[in-house]
């Protein structure tokens, strides 16, 4: 009679399914009855993250790292940031595999009613008693931001690096090269 071949037969009729939460909370232990309670506040994040001294410690210790990092950030990107006219700029300094430095010149319009100015660049490094090399570029106010590059032939940890716009008003700055 029990072949494996077989159908099962088909219920006549569907089994109904009773729940009460009150009888299932009659019988549930004290923690989950006062989980189910809604006077009892759940905890929440900073709770959790201050519950015990070493959650303590360690929310101490992520807070100090982000501001330190974030300190660190504002002090590396300001280096070398300075005001020309109408614009500011920031240079970046960075060898490379060829024996040269590359710079990176990124400029901010700060004054949008300015016009666009020609700017002459030299760059030398730290103690060099030679000829600078020279460059010339054309700041624009149409783009809020641009980037410029400029590949020098000397690989030295600073270099100075001087611009000088249109009315001779100029720029002088030490770029640290890494």
Not at 20 to 42: C, F, G, I
Not at 109 to 121: F, K, P, Q, Y
Not at 145 to 168: G, H, I
Request: hydrophobic share 35%; charged share 20%.
């Amino acid at each position: 009679m029990d072949d494996p071949h077989t159908k099962p037969k088909p219920i006549p009729f569907e089994p109904q399914y009773y729940y009460s939460r009150e009888h299932r909370l009659q019988r549930a232990s004290p923690t989950v009855r006062a989980l189910n309670d809604k006077t009892v506040k759940l905890p929440n994040v900073f709770n959790t993250l201050t519950g015990t001294r070493s959650n303590r410690f360690l929310l101490i210790t992520i807070v100090v790292l982000c501001v330190f990092i974030s300190v660190m950030n504002r002090m590396i990107h300001s280096v070398g940031s300075y005001q020309l006219g109408a614009f500011s700029i920031t240079v970046t300094g960075r060898f490379t595999k060829d024996g040269t430095t590359h710079l990176e010149i990124n400029t901010v319009v700060r004054n949008a009613e300015a016009s666009s100015e020609i700017i002459n660049c030299a760059v030398a490094p730290v103690g060099y008693e030679g000829e600078p090399f020279k460059e010339q570029f054309l700041f624009s106010t149409e783009e809020k931001e641009e980037q410029f590059s400029l590949d020098v032939p000397f690989k030295a940890p600073q270099l100075y690096v001087v611009f000088q716009n249109e009315s001779d008003a100029f720029v002088s700055l030490k770029v640290n090269c890494h």
